[in-house]
């Protein structure tokens, strides 16, 4: 495993800057926001409290199953300790938008530094509840990384700085491409500290702790505050409820994330009690994971580019068939006194590539089929099954052998996924007939088809 580990993650990158570096090339003309000095110095102020935050998130990611199992609990202990951590999440996640809004975005971003950074100090404690109230911050600090810093970039850019909307998608989709590389180096960064260095699983959550205390400091010292509007939460969700019950399109896609999202929650719980056991480098792994997201990520960009005009849709409906496809293979590699740790670590890779196809495709018809006034209360009804789906399979396999769990789970998640699939179908039938979910025909020579598909 180890020799495949690091074969897998540095043919994934290559593959990646294949994609990528021809897309990196300049092409003149320069576009208007790269003139702009007063604009690109308000993007590096916002990476510098941003960047900080995602690579202390990306490094906890590797680790920490291990560190529980580290720890000497047993595996039904730590799906419950994940059950909190995703219930935390949702149930702050319901209300993190008017919580960010009443407080203030920037109050809100420190304070996820603060909660992060106690998140990450509780990991040194080996009693169970304190390790619960570790993964219940972790919750709420992860709803604020996801509303707090996106709602404070938004309205400085168009409130403060009346800087053109369509630069928005600028700033995101180069925060997009940082991402991916941050969470490449941060699996390499936690071998490091954990492996090479012989410090132990806690030791990429006590490295966290420098790059959260950085986040907050840019925070607090460059950016200015600002609040949202007041939104009553109950005339949120129920609009949200309204339009999702009368749109058959909103429904399907409602029903594809909760399936499809809670499996991958599932697979995140998962791969590490699959692929440790059989000697793999844990940091490695997740390089080579996050690298097939972004391979994933390069591949959709292509597939809707003016050359091969592929639909979102289409790509939606490959996502989801590439996950049923990976579980059925794991229903095999992890079959007890018959496991293939080899093949396991494929489908995984599988899984990975398919979510890098999935978000873009996902976030663009939800965008062209889910108004604007009623998104909040849509995302809130589509989160609430997605936790919940994977909450129960962790509950299940709490109650399980671990072995014979581990296989009957993937088993579970491919029914799931087939459930996915047949949605997928039922939305692409009404694509055939729906222009809102297909892309702009192209208007003439240029880029501009390629651009309305990446927002």
Not at 15 to 41: D, I, S
Not at 313 to 321: D, F, G, K, Q
Request: aromatic letters at 12%.
């Amino acid at each position: 495993m180890l020799l495949a580990s690091y074969a897998a993650c540095a043919l994934i990158l290559a593959a990646c800057l294949a994609l990528e570096l021809p897309a990196c090339r300049p092409r003149p003309p320069a576009a208007p926001h790269h003139a702009n000095p007063a604009f690109r110095r308000f993007q590096r102020g916002y990476y510098r409290g941003y960047l900080p935050a995602l690579a202390a998130d990306w490094l906890q990611g590797p680790y920490l199953y291990k560190l529980y199992q580290h720890y000497r609990f047993l595996e039904g202990q730590i799906a419950i300790l994940y059950v909190c951590g995703f219930a935390s999440n949702v149930l702050f996640g319901l209300v993190s938008s008017s919580l960010v809004d009443r407080l203030g975005r920037k109050k809100s971003c420190v304070l996820f530094s603060l909660t992060y950074s106690i998140c990450c100090l509780v990991k040194l404690s080996r009693d169970y509840l304190v390790l619960v109230v570790g993964r219940v911050l972790g919750g709420l600090s992860t709803a604020l990384l996801f509303s707090a810093f996106e709602a404070w970039y938004v309205h400085e850019h168009v409130e403060r700085h009346d800087f053109p909307g369509e630069w928005i998608a600028v700033t995101f989709s180069r925060a997009a491409f940082w991402n991916n590389v941050i969470a490449v180096a941060a699996g390499g960064a936690a071998d490091f500290f954990a492996e090479w260095l012989g410090l132990g699983p806690v030791a990429p959550f006590m490295v966290s702790i420098p790059f959260l205390v950085l986040s907050g400091f840019f925070a607090v010292k460059n950016w200015d505050e600002n609040y949202g509007k007041k939104r009553a939460f109950s005339k949120s969700c129920g609009d949200g409820l309204k339009c999702l019950l009368s749109d058959r399109r909103v429904l399907l896609l409602g029903t594809i994330q909760a399936l499809y999202e809670s499996v991958v929650y599932i697979f995140i719980f998962l791969w590490t009690p699959v692929l440790d056991p059989h000697g793999a480098p844990l940091g490695i792994v997740f390089s080579a994971f996050m690298g097939a997201s972004a391979l994933g990520s390069s591949l959709y960009r292509l597939a809707v580019s003016r050359r091969y005009r592929l639909q979102p849709v289409h790509l939606l409906a490959l996502a989801v068939l590439l996950v049923f496809f990976s579980l059925f293979m794991l229903t095999f590699s992890t079959s007890p006194g018959q496991e293939s740790p080899t093949e396991s670590f494929l489908a995984f890779l599988l899984i990975e590539l398919s979510c890098g196809l999935y978000f873009p495709a996902m976030g663009f018809l939800r965008q062209k089929v889910v108004p604007e006034k009623d998104r909040l209360g849509v995302m809130n009804w589509f989160r609430l099954p997605l936790n919940l789906l994977a909450c129960l399979g962790l509950l299940l396999l709490h109650d399980s052998d671990r072995q014979t769990g581990t296989r009957s789970m993937f088993g579970l998640c491919a029914a799931v996924m087939l459930l996915a699939l047949v949605a997928a179908g039922r939305l692409f039938a009404l694509s055939r007939r729906d222009v809102e979910l297909r892309l702009p025909a192209p208007p003439g020579p240029g880029d501009a088809a390629d651009a309305a598909a990446e927002l």
